[in-house]
């Protein structure tokens, strides 16, 4: 007897019960660009007035960035602004090697273009977390 593979869920999140829209969904990838693209403009900005633009300063920048932002309060500043929150896939609290992973996997930039069904990347999935809006 042979088992009939799911249907692919309608909606990112779906299969992990979350909401198709609104507070809690997943977030899209739209805003997820729009968060990385704010954020790297800030590392830029910063790495310009304070390094005259290096590009190994504004790599570290964004890096520190994402990291002190994530730990303080669950977003990058991109994410914030946007709406948007990294949780813990098991709950709790997010802690501190979570975010170092995950920014440290979003520089390498290639885990945060694989994703997955639930709109996941590799780094989340490494760090154990998902990204939502609030």
Same mark, same amino acid.
């Given at each position: 007897?042979?088992?009939?593979?799911?249907?692919?869920?309608?909606?990112?999140?779906?299969? !992990? &019960?979350?909401?198709?829209? +609104?507070? =809690?969904? /997943?977030?899209?990838? %739209?805003?997820?660009?729009?968060?990385?693209?704010i954020?790297?403009?800030v590392?830029?900005?910063?790495?310009?007035?304070?390094?005259?633009?290096?590009?190994?300063?504004?790599?570290?920048?964004?890096?520190?960035?994402?990291?002190?932002?994530?730990?303080?309060?669950?977003?990058? !500043? &991109?994410?914030?602004?946007? +709406?948007? =929150?990294? /949780?813990?896939?098991? %709950?709790?609290?997010l802690?501190?090697?979570?975010?170092?992973?995950?920014?440290?996997?979003?520089?390498?930039?290639?885990?945060?273009?694989?994703?997955?069904?639930?709109?996941?990347?590799?780094?989340?999935?490494?760090?154990?977390?998902?990204?939502?809006?609030?």
């Open positions: 007897m042979t088992e009939t593979p799911a249907p692919p869920p309608d909606w990112p999140g779906q299969r !992990l &019960g979350l909401p198709e829209t +609104g507070s =809690r969904s /997943v977030a899209r990838l %739209g805003r997820r660009i729009a968060a990385l693209a954020d790297w403009a590392a830029v900005a910063l790495s310009a007035a304070f390094f005259g633009y290096d590009s190994i300063a504004t790599l570290l920048i964004f890096i520190g960035l994402q990291i002190l932002f994530t730990i303080i309060v669950n977003a990058s !500043l &991109g994410h914030a602004i946007l +709406g948007l =929150r990294v /949780v813990p896939m098991a %709950g709790g609290l802690g501190v090697w979570r975010p170092v992973v995950r920014a440290l996997l979003i520089a390498l930039v290639i885990p945060a273009m694989l994703f997955d069904e639930n709109n996941r990347g590799l780094h989340d999935r490494a760090a154990g977390t998902i990204l939502l809006r609030r």
